[in-house]
C-alpha cells in the first residue's frame, strides 16, 4: 500500500532556478515529515524535516511547506546547484520511535 | 548523527547461498531498521531489529528468509538466505536515537548470480 505519493518521478532544472518536489500522504497519524537526499552509491541522508504543527520550516536553500488540510508537503530547492543533483525522498512517520515510510523518489538533475 | 559501518559494501553471491550484512553504529541507538533498495527505486522496510528480541518483520519478508540479530544497542546483522536473482538488491541498514532522527549506512549492493 503506497502511503506517500511522490512527483515528479525527474525533474531538470537550470542552476539558479527553484526545484519544487510534491508529496501526498494517506495516513492522518503520521506526525513527522523528513525529506532524505540520496547520492548514487550513498544511503539515504536526512536533509530537512517538519512537524504538522507548522506550516513552512527553511533551512538555507531548502523549504518544506506542508499543507496539514490538504495533507500535502513540498520541498523547494532555491538557487538550485548541480551539486544538488540527486534522488530526493519524501517520507513520513508516526508516534517517535517509528518506521519510516518513504515515497517513491524523484531523480533532480541541475544543469549548468 | 551517528555513523554507520555496513559490511560488505558489496557481494556477488552464488543462488541458493546466505550471505550474512553487518551493522555496526559508533553510539548506542534505540531503533535499528532494515530496508531494501532496487537501483533506482525507493526504500521497503524489512524488519525492525528489536535488541534482544525477535526482529519485527514487515509484509511480504519472513524470518526464514531474512534472519535478523541484534545482540546490543550497537549491533544488527541481516542474513539474506538461499539467494535467488530475485534478491538482488541494495540493503540498508538504518539506525534511530531519540525521537525523529533516523540515519542509514552507505549500504550492501548484493548481486545474485
Known amino acids: 500500500q503506497q502511503q506517500v505519493k511522490q512527483s515528479p518521478q525527474s525533474l531538470i532544472v537550470q542552476k539558479g532556478g527553484i526545484s519544487i518536489i510534491n508529496c501526498a500522504y494517506e495516513n492522518t497519524a503520521f506526525d513527522y515529515f523528513p525529506w532524505y537526499q540520496q547520492f548514487p552509491g550513498k544511503g539515504p541522508a536526512l536533509l530537512i524535516a517538519i512537524r504538522p504543527d507548522v506550516s513552512e520550516k527553511k533551512e538555507g536553500r531548502f523549504t518544506i511547506s506542508f499543507n496539514k488540510s490538504a495533507k500535502q508537503f513540498s520541498l523547494h530547492i532555491m538557487d538550485s546547484q548541480p551539486g544538488d543533483s540527486a534522488t530526493y525522498f519524501c517520507a513520513a512517520s508516526s508516534g517517535g520511535y517509528q518506521k519510516v515510510t518513504f515515497g517513491t523518489g524523484t531523480k533532480l538533475q541541475v544543469i549548468p | 548523527s551517528a555513523v554507520i559501518s555496513q559490511k560488505p559494501s558489496r557481494d556477488i553471491c552464488q543462488r541458493g547461498t546466505s550471505l550474512t550484512i553487518q551493522c555496526q553504529v559508533d553510539s548506542q541507538v534505540t531503533m535499528m531498521f532494515w530496508y531494501r533498495q532496487q537501483p533506482g527505486q525507493s526504500l521497503t522496510l524489512i524488519a525492525t531489529a528489536n535488541q534482544g528480541s525477535e526482529a519485527t518483520y514487515e509484509s511480504g519478508f519472513v524470518i526464514d528468509k531474512f534472519p535478523i540479530s541484534r545482540p546490543n544497542l550497537t549491533f544488527s546483522t541481516l542474513t539474506v538466505s538461499n539467494m535467488s536473482p530475485e534478491d538482488s538488491s541494495i540493503y540498508l541498514c538504518?539506525?534511530?536515537?531519540?525521537?525523529?532522527?533516523?540515519?542509514f549506512g552507505q549500504g550492501t549492493r548484493l548481486t545474485v548470480v
Open positions: 538504518s539506525a534511530q536515537r531519540g525521537l525523529t532522527e533516523a540515519f
